[in-house]
């Protein structure tokens, strides 16, 4: 299967640490995006990064892309409350109309 | 900031209705999506919509689905007639160019329960 397995499936840490999450997929992609969602609410993009790139910032989140190993993870530093979330990978695989595949996502608790 | 946006939020409907499924995609936006999110899994892939056309779909689209532009804003998605198993969070996304591996927007989703 294309689709995308993240781990772990749950993270539990304090508000200041950091937390790391992966995705691995199968087969060559285009791109990669990982999104945010709170309990029972909608998909918010975080970030897309592309298969020629290796690292993307945006604020406190770092994402790292090996397509050697086709793995990519997210990095949240500094980590906050409203932090806790679920964050899911989703692949852009060639030739696919655009359609995203999603993992199954990381259950993120930070704990004040 | 622009964003899609989708009603109703919430739909109840009875085993073997048919429901439409409302979005408004991001004003500039060529390509289309539809998902949907099974209470507790992951999101999966139903249909990808450009120029009029269905680009690629899922297995789960089948003859009971279907997606229409009416009129340059609005993106729907109808199912005929409605099953238990269809209830679930389906979201709306567009992109700008999904070969320029653009970044797909989701909606807030509608929330379907089928009874």
């Known amino acids: 299967s294309q689709q995308g397995e993240e781990d772990p499936q749950a993270l539990s840490i304090q508000e200041g640490e950091n937390a790391t999450m992966n995705c691995s997929y199968k087969t060559s992609i285009n791109n990669l995006q990982w999104y945010r969602q709170n309990s029972g609410r909608g998909l918010v993009h975080l970030i897309l990064?592309?298969?020629?790139?290796r690292e993307k910032h945006s604020g406190r989140l770092r994402v790292t892309l090996d397509t050697s190993k086709k793995s990519s993870s997210l990095l949240i530093t500094a980590s906050r409350a409203a932090d806790t979330a679920s964050y899911f990978c989703a692949t852009d695989f060639y030739n696919q109309g655009g359609k995203l595949i999603f993992g199954q996502g990381t259950e993120l608790s930070v704990k004040p | 900031e622009p964003e899609v946006t989708q009603t109703p939020s919430h739909q109840v409907t009875q085993m073997g209705q048919e429901v439409i499924l409302r979005c408004v995609p991001i004003?500039?936006?060529?390509?289309f999506y539809w998902y949907r999110q099974i209470l507790g899994q992951k999101v999966e892939f139903l249909v990808s919509f450009y120029n009029n056309e269905i680009s690629e779909k899922s297995e789960i689209f089948d003859d009971q689905f279907s997606v229409e532009r009416p009129d340059g804003s609005n993106f729907t998605l109808k199912i005929r007639s409605t099953k238990l198993e269809d209830s679930a969070m389906y979201f709306c996304?567009?992109?700008?160019?999904?070969?320029?591996?653009?970044?797909?927007?989701f909606g807030p989703g509608t929330r379907l329960t089928v009874l």
């Open positions: 990064i592309r298969s020629n790139e």
């Open positions: 996304a567009s992109s700008g160019n999904y070969r320029a591996t653009d970044t797909q927007y």
């Open positions: 004003s500039n936006h060529l390509y």
